[in-house]
């Protein structure tokens, strides 16, 4: 990569590699045209090489983040960290495209926040600092009788006590590759708190948790969970576990792989978000799950959209025949219950 890119800089500028697959460059006295002009020539370069091993070719790409420094920047872990935004925004933008860093740059902004996450979740599980909480899912035709279960859901807690709600910090774990370490702390506090609580399942059938696209493709996690189940193995028919329905479509051979391995112990299983996909009942013969959650965005206007009803209707009566049970999200009041009961 060094040979590639080394005749597009000249012989006073700046070249080193940073680790593993990242490289950086100074490129003294030039401007911003210019300077652009040598990261598409780059781009170009790496973007036509070649690499073969074992009888095969590989192509390589290369996203490049660009810093213009002046009078005024003069902490250089300020400007690391700013060139490494920018090249994220570069890879955001689809790859093999560069990104020059402006101040008040809006994107930037938002993936310094994220990266502010990232550190404050290795932070959260190395402390212990979240928390679950538990939303009830009711039964439509007896709502003040018979078994309520619950979905469990993450919170995290600050230094000072204020809880901060999942939509802040996991997009930046789905992001930055953090979800199979929070889904472990998920399922290790889960389990832990159930089997020391034998007397909640007398009125609970089961209880819910949601599983990342990342966790359903990892196998180590696979391996995981089928240790803690066979530790804990009174608790595999009381747990539900929450699959989105875009990470089945992606990894449909991995996802019905990780469902069946889990269902021979007892545990069941629930296709989250369903309906939002653009191949929905196609796939769903050959998913072995036990219930469907609709969609929120089809339920939360049942009462007053036609069409969302016929939706949700449609994907009650298709779940029906195939012998699954329906779940509603975004059941926020009592109209919206009544057309749901219809």
């Known amino acids: 990569i060094p040979k590639i890119i080394q005749p597009y800089i000249r012989k006073a500028d700046v070249l080193a590699r940073l680790g593993g697959d990242e490289f950086g460059i100074i490129l003294e006295n030039g401007d911003i045209d ?13 973007n036509d090489y070649q690499f073969f091993w074992a009888d095969k070719a590989f192509r390589i790409g290369v996203s490049i983040g660009i810093v213009e420094i002046d009078d005024s920047m003069n902490v250089p872990d300020e400007i690391m960290r700013w060139t490494d935004s920018a090249c994220y925004a570069a890879k955001d933008q689809g790859r093999n495209t560069f990104h020059i860093y402006r101040p008040g740059d809006e994107k930037l902004l938002l993936r310094e926040e994220e990266m502010g996450w990232v550190s404050r979740i290795e932070q959260a599980l190395l402390e212990n600092q979240f928390v679950l909480y538990a939303q009830p899912i009711a039964p439509v035709e007896t709502v003040n009788a018979g078994r309520v279960n619950y979905e469990l859901l993450i919170r995290m807690v600050n230094s000072d006590n204020e809880v901060i709600p999942p939509g802040a910090f996991l997009p930046a774990a789905e992001r930055y590759g953090k979800m199979v370490s929070i889904d472990r702390w998920v399922f290790e506090s889960a389990m832990t708190s159930l089997s020391e ?65 889990l269902k021979a112990l007892g545990v069941r299983f629930a296709l989250d978000d369903f309906g939002s996909g653009l191949s929905s009942f196609g796939y769903l013969k050959n998913l072995p799950v036990d219930y469907l959650k609709i969609d929120g965005m089809f339920v939360r206007d049942i009462a007053d959209d036609p069409i969302d009803f016929a939706m949700v209707k449609s994907i009650h009566e298709v779940g029906s025949v195939m012998g699954l049970k329906t779940i509603a999200e975004f059941v926020e009041n009592e109209a919206i219950l009544a057309k749901l009961k219809q």
């Open 197 to 261: 609580n034998p007397g909640f399942f007398k009125n609970v059938d089961y209880c819910s948790i949601n599983l990342s696209a990342q966790s359903l493709t990892d196998h180590s996690f696979l391996v995981y969970l089928l240790e803690k189940f066979r530790e804990h193995g009174d608790l595999a028919g009381h747990i539900c576990i929450e699959i989105t329905e875009t990470s089945v479509i992606s990894n449909l051979t991995q996802a019905r792989h990780f469902i069946l391995e």
């Open 34 to 46: 210019s300077v652009s002009e040598i990261a598409q020539s780059i781009i170009d370069s790496v």
